[in-house]
Structure formats: C-alpha cells, structure tokens
C-alpha cells in the first residue's frame, strides 16, 4: 500500500476539499477521502506487483510484502484491482463524474504507462508525476465538480514538487536503481544535466506556488511563507552544481523536498482564517499526517 505516500495523498485530497468554495455533502466528503485513497492504494499495490522482481535488488523496496515473500502476488493483484474497482464506483456514486475521470486517469498512467516506462526512459519520471499531483486536485473537484484554476495550481505544485524530489532520490541511490534496471535522469544524462533539470523544474514550483494568492484562495502570510521556503529551495538546487560530495547534497535536499511541502501547506492552514467544516477536516488529517 506505500502508507507514507498514501498518507501524503490524505493530506493532499483534504488540502483540495478545505480550499475548493462551497459545501459538501457528508457522504460525498467521505466517499472522496476513502474513494481518493483506494484508488491510490490499488495503484501502489499494482505498482508494487508489477515490480515486485525488481524490487528486491533496491535496499528501500526489497523488504515490500512481494519481493520479502511474506503475500503471495496473486493475493496481491486481486486485492488491487478489486480495492481500485470499489473505490472508482465509490466516487461516481457518491461524488461526481469529474472526480471519477481524474480517478481513472490516476490508475491509467500510473500503472500502465509509469511504471513499464520507468525501465525505458527517465523521462517516466515527468508522466508518474501527474497521478501523484491528482489528489488535490481531485479534493478540490470533489466539492465543486469542475477543474478551475485554483484546483489546477495546487496540481501544478505537486506535479513541479515531485520531479526534483525524486532527481534526489536517484542521485544517492544511483547504484540501485541501475542494479534495479530502472533508468534514471543522473544514469541517463549525467549528474551536472540532472541537476540542471531539477532547478528548471523547482523554479516552475517556485512560481507556480506563489500563484494562489492572485486567485484569492491564500494571502500574504501564505505568500510571504511560500517566498522564503521557495528561496531556500531554489538556493539548494542551484549548490548542486558545485556541491563536494553529491550524494550528501541530494540526501539534505531531499530532505528538505519534505520540509518544504509540510510547511507550505501548514502555511495554507495558518492563513485560512476562521476554519469552517472543510477547513477542520484539512487541519485534522494534517495533524493524523504529522503523527503517521
């Protein structure tokens, strides 16, 4: 199931439901939640299946239920295909067709296209980035039943957040992932060009998160908080080219990846102002988050 990531897509389909205007109706917020959360937990599991050989040559995957032995995959692919059937028809039921589609376009890509591309091109990277930043963008159609630009703003953060965070990764766990057969930006196009590709990309997260308060869902104390958090990250990107030792550079960067996105959204709670029904639901599952 990858709990730290569903657990991260809690926190993000909430973030979407508390910003979206309007009103939901309580079985519609928890088919939303749930319905969110079971389509990405049926996602990983498959992910999980598919690369449960590949997996055991990776120190981060190789104790994962398949590659450790410990489910059998045939369990293991019928619980993520009928998990992701409930959960679609929990959203067309409950929620509405738009929240549905983004569902389906979720497990599409990610499980079909990502992950067999992720052994092709290191450019799988770019597609697996847009299941991850669904979410929100879910929560927020969710509520409202259409993509505006809002909802499409918190999805363009997510999406610009995920490919510099993982550029890290890939940097410090090189080794693995070509044990792994996976192809990477720093094994495919060297160290120097992957970090150019990973400041290109933080700059368009830079920018694209102080977008918000134009549209009036965030206000100065967002912005201000966004400002500095988005000055450090761009300053971490940007040592990478000079850095020493690379591998601790691409471990404190990303660590700070995570950081970054845990204060940038408690930043968001903090300039809500009086919290209604969806902003308490956002600040309690940020707190269930913090705790996990």
């Not at 926190?11 to 389509?39: F, K, N, Q």
């Not at 409930?86 to 589609?101: C, E, F, G, K, Q």
């Not at 389906?104 to 980035?129: C, D, E, H, N």
């Not at 995920?162 to 057969?181: L, M, T």
């Amino acid at each position: 199931m990858k709990p730290q990531i569903t657990a991260l897509v809690l926190i993000t389909t909430a973030g979407g439901i508390w910003m979206a205007p309007g009103s939901i109706r309580v079985e519609a917020l928890c088919a939303a939640i749930l319905g969110t959360l079971g389509v990405v937990v049926g996602a990983n599991t498959m992910n999980c299946y598919i690369e449960r050989d590949s997996d055991k040559f990776m120190g981060r995957t190789k104790n994962r239920p398949l590659p450790a032995g410990r489910i059998s995959s045939t369990k293991a692919l019928v619980y993520g295909l009928l998990l992701t059937t409930i959960s679609t028809y929990a959203l067309w039921h409950w929620v509405n067709l738009t929240t549905t589609y983004l569902a389906v376009i979720a497990f599409i890509s990610y499980v079909w296209i990502y992950t067999p591309m992720k052994r092709l091109s290191p450019q799988a990277l770019v597609v697996g980035s847009v299941p991850g930043a669904l979410p929100p963008l879910m929560g927020w159609t969710a509520v409202t039943g259409s993509i505006d630009a809002p909802g499409l703003i918190l999805f363009g953060i997510l999406f610009f957040w995920q490919i510099p965070h993982f550029i890290a990764i890939a940097v410090y766990r090189q080794a693995e992932y070509d044990k792994a057969g996976l192809k990477t930006y720093p094994s495919q196009y060297g160290f120097t060009n992957a970090v150019a590709q990973s400041l290109i990309w933080s700059a368009l997260l830079v920018a694209t998160s102080l977008l918000l308060a134009p549209f009036g869902v965030a206000g100065w104390i967002y912005t201000l908080i966004a400002s500095v958090l988005g000055g450090i990250w761009l300053w971490y990107s940007m040592i990478g080219f000079w850095a020493p030792q690379r591998n601790a550079w691409a471990r404190k960067f990303f660590l700070y990846t995570l950081i970054y996105l845990s204060v940038l959204f408690a930043a968001l709670v903090i300039d809500a102002g009086p919290m209604g029904p969806n902003q308490q639901l956002y600040l309690s599952t940020s707190l269930l988050y913090s705790l996990f």
